[in-house]
């Protein structure tokens, strides 16, 4: 087994107590935002801030302060609340796209990073770059999208050493934080993520398969690559 690993641990999210209660954000936490489905559509938000305060080295904070900063993709995406908006879609928002969560890193880090959707490749080398990111202690942003099945997500039992189906999901943003070659007998690579405040495994093969030859998911389908610019 060989893990390539972020340097640091994932951030997490404190309640008032100073107690932790998440890695990572979680979009359910935004239920009651009035006119925006973050709760329903808010992945790709919170993809965003939690890449960028682990960039930026912000490894620890209270949901208070979470929900603050929340304020901070709205500002730099002005036209985010009408794809959140469920009103404004017929009752059914459609969530962000990579040209925002581009746009709030770039704006946010005041050009000391530049993040690019690396869709038009494909998955050509994907996972080198996926790979690459991570030894450069980068979380990468990735999208699961394909409008016709779900991709598994799984659990890692320390009793057992395997990995546990937990859940399935659709169309949504994740944080990988960690590969894993030679995982075990039943997964060959495996992608560690932060998603809803909780840690999973994706199965690369399987992710492939979920793809599957749709041209329209293997471009949306993919990652998010952040690089530091040359000052």
Same mark, same amino acid.
């Given at each position: 087994m060989e893990k390539i690993s972020l340097k640091r641990e994932y951030i997490k999210i404190t309640d008032e107590a100073e107690n932790i209660i998440s890695c990572g954000g979680n979009q359910e936490w935004f239920e009651d935002t009035p006119g925006l489905d973050i709760k329903g559509q808010g992945c790709g938000i919170i993809?965003?801030?939690d890449a960028l305060l682990y960039i930026q080295n912000t490894l620890t904070l209270p949901l208070s302060q979470y929900k603050n900063i929340l304020d901070s993709f709205l500002g730099v995406n002005v036209f985010t609340k009408y794809y959140l908006n469920k009103l404004f879609f017929a009752k059914s928002? $459609? !969530? $962000? @796209?990579?040209?925002? $969560?581009? *746009? #709030?890193i770039n704006t946010i880090s005041k050009g000391k990073l530049h993040a690019r959707w690396n869709g038009i490749h494909g998955h050509k080398n994907m996972?080198?770059? /996926?790979?690459? /990111?991570? &030894?450069n202690d980068f979380p990468v942003i990735w999208s699961l999208y394909n409008p016709r099945r779900k991709i598994n997500l #799984?659990?890692?039992? %320390?009793?057992? !050493?395997?990995?546990? #189906?937990?859940?399935?999901?659709?169309?949504?943003?994740? %944080?990988?934080?960690?590969?894993? #070659?030679?995982?075990?007998?039943?997964? !060959?690579? /495996?992608? &560690? @993520?932060?998603?809803? !405040? *909780? $840690?999973?495994?994706v199965d690369y093969d399987e992710y492939f398969n979920y793809v599957g030859n749709s041209l329209l998911s293997k471009y949306c389908s993919n990652v998010i690559l952040i690089t530091k610019k040359l000052q």
């Open positions: 993809s965003s801030l928002a $459609i !969530g $962000i @796209i990579p040209k925002h $969560i581009c *746009r #709030y996972l080198t770059k /996926m790979e690459l /990111m991570i &030894k #799984y659990s890692f039992d %320390n009793n057992s !050493g395997e990995f546990i #189906y937990s859940t399935s999901t659709n169309n949504h943003y994740v %944080n990988a934080i960690e590969i894993i #070659y030679n995982a075990s007998s039943a997964h !060959g690579t /495996m992608i &560690k @993520i932060s998603s809803w !405040g *909780r $840690i999973y495994y």
